[in-house]
């Protein structure tokens, strides 16, 4: 048989197994009845190892081996060979013996992480985050790097993003950010989110959900919506990429905003086809990348005026009780300004802000300058520099997110770079459609998801993040337009 049709049959055989563990995951998440936990993890596990020994087996290998290189090959299956070997590379560099020993230490250093935030009792998590820090220090050595040990885990998340890089991105949002919050904060403010205080039914706010997915362009025909604790996007296979969000009595733009974001992210799987799914490029640029799409239609398109002024009919039809509401209050509460402790409920100004503190310290456990017997007193520190709040307790601090009991050290940045990849492709957008404000007023949202899948969705992984990026805007990364974008903006809702 040919090299060529036997990696694309390898890789369409890797894709069923993994299609298999998507959907039993999705379903363990929203549908299953507890009872069936003990099972579903077994099955779960033995598909997942059926899919991790594929994907580093030998055959595998030697067809990578033998494709790379090739020049007959098309686009799309040069870049697969770059994603696909890559990841076969790192896997491969990793001993079975230590990534099981890994494994094991992960899922207890996660039951510990759970116990110790419900008791605010860093001193219980302290050791297994210690074995994390380690396990992943090896696990950057066996991947190898060329400057520091983070890029060689950051790498797996944004392909070509640098530590030294991510440094020059980063500085100038702190040094404009910072003091353009105190000015925000340090005077009367005019964005008063109480106009939306009040108990609101969940049932109604599902319908305002699916209506606004609908809205943006979400097809039903192709996903799903389900109830779930934590929203999550998941692509079961081309033609089925299902969303999950969460609901608030007390808060009915956390669900609206929460499907706007996994719709997003939605959006980008959709627009990905069947050969890009069986090629392993259906996941899009990178994480980051992915972070943009959801970060770019809850942020610039949701929380926009025009956005509110074709949406507050609806909003208030559905929530009768809000029926004397403004556009005007409406879009000045989901754009309220705070120091919030928590990452997850941080607004557009302060969040990149969480996310450059948690890089500081990665790097710094990584190459030993800070202990994690240390990390407490310095998360508070940095919270107090950064957001101008301190933390009362470890579990509102440096315990908030669950990714260091898992070891997954790199992944933060990823957040941050959405929000700065949404901003600059927003300039762009803007450009190629001046009447978008206009458009979306009316509620006509098809041709900004005309653009999108055009210039993003449709290219899947094909091209690294940097390079894309360039297509799109002509220009690399910077964090000059989120600066430009929110300093614009909120200048204006908070009347400075």
């Known amino acids: 048989m040919d090299t060529r049709t036997t990696y694309i049959d390898l890789l369409k055989e890797l894709g069923k197994l993994n299609s298999a563990v998507a959907l039993l995951t999705w379903d363990e998440e929203t549908h299953m009845p507890k009872k069936g936990l003990d099972l579903r993890a077994e099955t779960v596990g033995k598909l997942s190892r059926m899919a991790f020994e594929l994907s580093i087996s030998d055959e595998l290998g030697r067809c990578i081996e033998d494709l790379e290189g090739r020049d007959d090959l098309t686009e799309r299956e040069s870049a697969s060979l770059r994603v696909v070997g890559k990841e076969y590379r790192r896997s491969k560099a990793v001993p079975p013996a230590l990534f099981e020993e890994f494994t094991i230490a992960q899922s207890k250093s996660q039951a510990a992480w759970g116990e110790a935030k419900r008791t605010s009792d860093f001193a219980l998590f302290q050791p297994h985050l210690e074995k994390m820090v380690d396990y992943t220090r090896r ?105 999950t969000n969460r609901y608030l009595e007390s808060n009915p733009l956390s669900g609206l905003f929460g499907a706007l974001h996994e719709g997003g992210h939605a959006l980008y799987g959709q627009g990905a086809d069947a050969e890009l799914y069986t090629l392993g490029l259906s996941d899009g640029a990178s994480y980051g990348f992915h972070e943009s799409q959801s970060r770019l239609i809850e942020n610039q398109v949701g929380r926009s005026r025009p956005f509110w002024t074709f949406f507050r009919p609806i909003f208030t039809d559905a929530l009768p009780s809000l029926a004397g509401i403004s556009v005007d209050d409406l879009y000045r509460a ?163």
Request: some cysteine; glycine content about 8%.
């Open 334 to 496: 989901a754009n309220r300004v705070s120091r919030s402790l928590i990452r997850v409920e941080a607004d557009e100004v302060t969040y990149n802000l969480h996310i450059m503190l948690r890089f500081e310290l990665e790097t710094k456990l990584l190459d030993g300058s800070v202990r994690v017997a240390d990390l407490p007193g310095l998360w508070n520190d940095a919270m107090d520099s950064y957001v101008g709040i301190r933390p009362t307790n470890d579990a509102e601090g440096v315990m908030q997110d669950v990714h260091w009991s898992t070891g997954l050290i790199g992944y933060f940045p990823s957040y941050m770079l959405g929000n700065l990849y949404a901003a600059q492709i927003s300039c762009t957008l803007r450009e190629a459609i001046p009447s978008l404000d206009e458009q979306i007023a009316d509620g006509d949202f098809g041709p900004l998801l005309e653009w999108l899948r055009d210039k993003i969705h449709r290219f899947g992984a094909i091209y690294e993040p940097g390079e894309l990026i360039v297509r799109i805007t002509g220009k690399d990364l910077s964090s000059e337009p989120f600066l430009d974008y929110v300093t614009a903006k909120y200048s204006e809702i908070y009347r400075l």
């Open 139 to 243: 696990f950057a050595d066996l991947y190898g790097y060329d400057d520091s040990p983070y890029d060689a885990l950051l790498g797996r998340y944004e392909p070509g993003m640098t530590t030294a890089r991510l440094r020059e991105i980063i500085r100038p949002l702190r040094e404009r950010l910072v003091p353009f919050i105190d000015r925000l904060l340090g005077e009367k403010t005019p964005s008063d989110a109480s106009v939306l205080d009040g108990r609101f039914p969940i049932d109604p706010q599902r319908t305002l959900a699916r209506t606004v997915l609908e809205q943006i362009g979400y097809d039903f025909d192709a996903g799903a919506l389900d109830d779930t604790m934590h929203p999550f996007t998941t692509q079961i296979a081309p033609g089925d990429v299902r969303v």
